[in-house]
């Protein structure tokens, strides 16, 4: 029996090696559900896009870095110069994926950026390591793990929940995505692996413009309050009701029926109602609800909402979501793809792109580059995507490399002078201001 015993134990196929330590990540465990540094909501049901500010401002900064111009630059020992067109990394640019373009491509991470603190990406590559696509893949599909290594240590991986759904087949998405085959871009973190979104921060902001929504929609759906109330002298009879309905209500009662007087008999009376302070108030709630998010989004709030305002010039406002808002995403952004890339090769995102909306301003910043001599007139009508002029000299640059320098003091002019008004008998020579400092 003792020879049959050790002859089985033999013949027995060896145990599998213990599987990689696998814990889940201790960060998802602060009360904010699946991959809690990624801000997964737990508010009012809807989610937080569900509060119309909150949507507005996502789709306000997604689509603003979507719509930035894209290209790469390659390092050269003269500083960097345009990547030839041979290089592999053009392709995600041009397309990421076959499901997706690159400005959508762009608006998915955004989005997913500002909604949860992280974005995630499969990269495809080619036979030669180049990179070939790039996937997009909704953060509240991922579940972070921490996988052990082989040499010992950790490394932190992606367990993508739905595998088998028709969608993650049609990506061809795997069970389990490595943080070095994904890219992974990520907000402000409080332990450097994953970030957290400003709606996980500032929680409270966000579910007091849940609650004001979601009570504004219970208001308009009861009924507020009627426009007016219609009193009897004494209780009606169930036939002056069944009048009152048909005759009355289809009479005045509907936009279409606005304006119309009614005759009151019997002592009858009617009583408009008007807004209350409450109801004021209630309406101030709202709008400051609105601007206590653009605050945490570093939007505007005149962006969203202008409302009766007059605003003649958005520049400044532009000018100032460009650099609080948009150019730290921006950089964040440059950075993770810059990662991905090719030693030496770049993604940039040129903000300039912003202003192509506005010809005026456009315009007057390539007049000043043609006068000051950085482009010519040729690489100016390149710029507004004009054709390029025949006429002599539309190649070269200005050789005074400066703009006019006209006298400031003649009739009419601006004075340029430390006090205002000129002295002397008339204007001064050409390249003289004319003017003392003697009033």
């Not at 009861?222 to 004494?234: C, D, I, Q, Y």
């Not at 000299?393 to 490399?401: E, P």
């Amino acid at each position: 029996m003792g020879a049959r015993s050790r002859r089985r134990r033999m013949l027995a196929p060896p145990a599998p090696p213990p599987a990689p330590e696998t814990r889940r990540a201790a960060w998802q465990s602060d009360g904010w559900g699946q991959a809690a540094l990624g801000g997964v909501w737990t508010g009012p049901s809807g989610g937080p896009e569900a509060v119309v500010s909150v949507s507005a401002c996502v789709a306000l900064i997604s689509s603003a870095i979507a719509s930035l111009p894209a290209s790469l630059t390659i390092d050269t020992p003269d500083g960097p110069e345009p990547a030839p067109p041979s290089v592999a990394a053009w392709r995600i640019i041009e397309r990421p994926s076959p499901y997706s373009s690159w400005p959508a491509f762009v608006q998915q991470q955004v989005g997913s950026l500002l909604l949860n603190g992280n974005s995630l990406a499969m990269v495809g590559t080619d036979g030669r390591g180049g990179i070939q696509s790039l996937t997009g893949i909704p953060w509240q599909w991922c579940s972070p793990q921490v996988i052990a290594s082989g040499d010992g240590g950790a490394r932190l991986a992606f367990d993508l929940v739905p595998h088998a759904t028709p969608e993650a087949r049609l990506l061809a998405l795997p069970k389990r995505l490595l943080a070095s085959e994904a890219l992974h871009i990520k907000l402000r973190s409080d332990n450097g692996i994953l970030g957290k979104s400003v709606i996980a921060r500032a929680a409270s902001a966000i579910t007091e413009g849940a609650e004001i929504a979601r009570m504004a929609q219970s208001n308009w759906a009861n009924g507020m309050r009627p426009s007016g109330v219609l009193t009897a002298p004494n209780f009606l009879s169930d036939t002056q009701r069944e009048r009152f309905s048909s005759d009355w209500l289809d009479k005045f009662s509907g936009s279409i029926n606005s304006g119309k007087i009614p005759l009151l008999e019997g002592g009858w009376g009617l009583s408009s109602i008007s807004m209350t302070s409450v109801d004021a108030e209630f309406l101030a709630s709202r709008q400051f609800s609105v601007a206590d998010i653009c605050r945490l989004f570093n939007v505007p709030e005149v962006l969203l909402q202008i409302g009766t305002r007059s605003i003649t010039n958005l520049d400044s406002y532009v000018t100032s979501f460009a650099q609080l808002c948009l150019t730290p995403l921006v950089t964040i952004i440059e950075a993770e793809i810059n990662q991905i890339l090719p030693t030496g090769i770049r993604i940039v995102l040129d903000l300039d792109g912003l202003s192509r909306g506005n010809f005026a301003s456009v315009t007057a910043a390539i007049c000043a580059m043609v006068q000051t001599g950085i482009l010519s007139a040729n690489d100016a009508r390149e710029t507004i995507n004009w054709s390029r002029s025949s006429e002599p000299g539309a190649d070269a640059l200005m050789r005074n490399g400066a703009a006019p320098n006209w006298p400031a003091d003649g009739p009419g002019s601006q004075h340029l002078g430390p006090s205002p008004g000129a002295s002397g008998d008339g204007p001064g020579e050409p390249g003289n201001h004319g003017n003392e400092g003697n009033g």
